[in-house]
């Protein structure tokens, strides 16, 4: 027998990209989606939190003319919605208690109920108890016979407010998020809807933002988790993605469930580290308006696995590569950095930085008598490519991309106004031991959606060969520093489990290493402080993750 009185609802889970700040293209973008989703037949769209200017607004929430223009753009939306879907959108809203994150239904033209998020996050890259104030515990939003439970985000982190829309009626939870990406939060996150549907028994849609936005990057993966705690849908991680969902509520049971929905699936972790590094790098570099990027292409992993990701954000057309060799280049280098560009098929030039390290040396050898060559001399052939690599980018226009990687960061094996230069780093928060695992990745597999070739990107050598900066005769990183899977060990270990010297000694790594790579981690952090943004990746990125002062005593 058939249940007769089976009631029915479309959802549109609509994964966009918003550009910060760009309110009018923002709202242009849904305006398309609208329109999309009418056509496939949807009741409603649910768009990411803060969608309409985009996440996260930082300061300028505290600009009136910027909330304006939300106000503005919501009202032109709302509009749209006569006789078409409803949305649910994402905006900084005025209201009598202050300013808040909330999210607003706009359907017949109008705004129909607004909801604020309640718990803001203070911790991490998260600091919106400076520009918001929180929002009540939420009722439900009646819509089409259903009751709609809003939580924004980090609302759905805890349990109150799923608890408190469960005992006022909800029937679907519905999570507007900005979600910043790091390795394995996925898992995260499903998590804790799981538990959210398993405390109210009641189904749950997650939608998340995509796109780069300065140091953060949104992966995406929207999904939906049925009342059963079932995986029903989930959208494509790493670009836009607009996911229709069918929900049937019957009489007789009493619940609302998903129909059969496409599940993408999870990519694995060098799958996710690499596309994080395209999409942060392409979002940055478009977003920002600028026509390209260039690079010093040494020969060695790093700068290779930055152009190759450079290549695959933004086209070989719009990617330049200069080798700039020194006395100390070696023969393999000079031939694995053109390599690396024919495989690339970007514009590969050479300048050679030997006439510009004799001039140092006779500029300065008056001051310097009598003293030995060392690390001067090395950084001197540093900031002489630096220094090349701005000229030609203030000559031409395209940013510079820096190549350092998170192991020579924390460590300060870097170069101040030399290999630091640039207007940001795809590799800042990748450790050594994760360049060379997808560098091997990328060699194999081409991702989705990349602009870059088929097939190995770098010789093999190129990963397999002693890294070295070659600013010296016979030169290895690991003449002064402890091999990388014991550097990147011991790193992770005080980076983001936060463990002291002596924790790690229990582990069984060796004290004088540790307290060696320690007081190493804190030396660098000027090093650090003027170094370009670039993609966080870990749990714990140096920036707004990692505050620590500068000048400090405690060892």
Not at 283 to 288: F, G, H, I, Q, S
Not at 294 to 313: H, K, M, P, R
Not at 409 to 418: E, I, K
Request: aromatic share 8%.
């Amino acid at each position: 027998m058939t249940d007769a009185s089976v009631a029915r609802l479309s959802i549109l889970l609509a994964q966009m990209n918003p550009t910060l700040g760009d309110i009018a293209g923002n709202v242009d973008k849904m305006r398309r989606i609208l329109d999309r989703a009418q056509a496939a037949g949807a009741d409603l769209v649910v768009t990411p939190e803060l969608s309409i200017c985009g996440y996260p607004p930082e300061d300028l929430v505290y600009r009136r003319a910027f909330l304006e223009a939300v106000e503005q753009g919501v009202e032109a939306l709302a509009e749209e919605t006569i006789g078409r879907p409803a949305l649910l959108v994402g905006a900084p809203w005025r209201c009598d208690i202050g300013v808040v994150n909330a999210a607003l239904l706009l359907a017949d033209g109008a705004i129909q109920a607004v909801r604020a998020k309640h718990h803001l996050p203070n911790y991490g890259v998260f600091d919106e108890q400076r520009v918001f104030v929180p929002g009540p515990l939420p009722e439900p939003v009646e819509f089409k016979g259903a009751r709609l439970g809003v939580l924004v985000c980090e609302d759905m982190w805890y349990s109150d407010v799923a608890s408190h829309l469960k005992a006022h009626g909800a029937e679907i939870l519905v999570v507007p998020n900005g979600s910043p990406f790091e390795v394995d939060k996925h898992e995260v996150r499903l998590n804790h809807a799981v538990a959210r549907v398993s405390e109210s028994g009641l189904p749950l849609v997650y939608v998340n933002q995509v796109g780069g936005q300065d140091e953060l990057v949104f992966d995406g993966g929207s999904f939906v988790v049925n009342g059963d705690y079932a995986l029903a849908a989930r959208a494509a991680s790493w670009g836009e993605d607009e996911l229709l969902t069918r929900w049937s509520r019957s009489a007789r049971f009493g619940s609302w469930a998903v129909e059969a929905a496409r599940i993408e699936p999870q990519l694995d972790r060098c799958a996710e580290i690499y596309n994080a590094m395209v999409l942060g790098t392409r979002d940055y570099v478009n977003k920002n308006g600028f026509p390209g990027v260039i690079l010093g292409l040494s020969g060695g992993i790093d700068s290779a696995l930055c152009a190759a990701v450079a290549v695959d954000a933004l086209g070989p057309d719009r990617v330049r590569c200069v080798m700039m060799p020194s006395p100390y280049t070696s023969g393999h280098s000079l031939e694995d950095a053109g390599a690396v560009a024919q495989a690339l098929g970007v514009r590969y030039d050479t300048v050679n930085i030997g006439p510009a390290m004799a001039a140092f040396d006779t500029m300065l050898g008056d001051l310097f008598e009598g003293r030995a060559p060392d690390i001067t001399e090395e950084n001197i052939q540093s900031r002489a490519r630096g220094m090349v690599l701005m000229a030609l980018s203030n000559k031409f226009g395209p940013m510079v991309l820096s190549t350092g990687n998170k192991s020579e960061m924390s460590v300060g094996y870097a170069t101040l106004y030399g290999d630091m230069n640039g207007g940001y780093n795809p590799l800042k928060d990748v450790y050594k031991t994760d360049v060379f695992a997808v560098c091997r990745w990328r060699n194999a597999n081409r991702p989705e959606g990349v602009l870059g070739p088929s097939g190995p990107v770098m010789p093999d050598r190129v990963i397999t060969k002693p890294p070295s900066a070659e600013l010296r005769e016979d030169q290895k990183d690991e003449d002064s520093l402890p091999p990388y899977d014991v550097l990147d060990a011991i790193l992770r270990g005080l980076n983001e489990d936060q463990k002291g010297v002596r924790d790690l000694v229990h582990d069984g790594y060796d004290q004088a290493t540790v307290e060696k790579v320690w007081t190493l981690l804190n030396r660098a952090e000027y090093k650090r402080r003027q170094a370009p943004p670039g993609v966080k990746i870990t749990r714990l990125a140096f920036g707004r993750d990692r505050r620590y002062p500068i000048t400090t005593r405690f060892k």
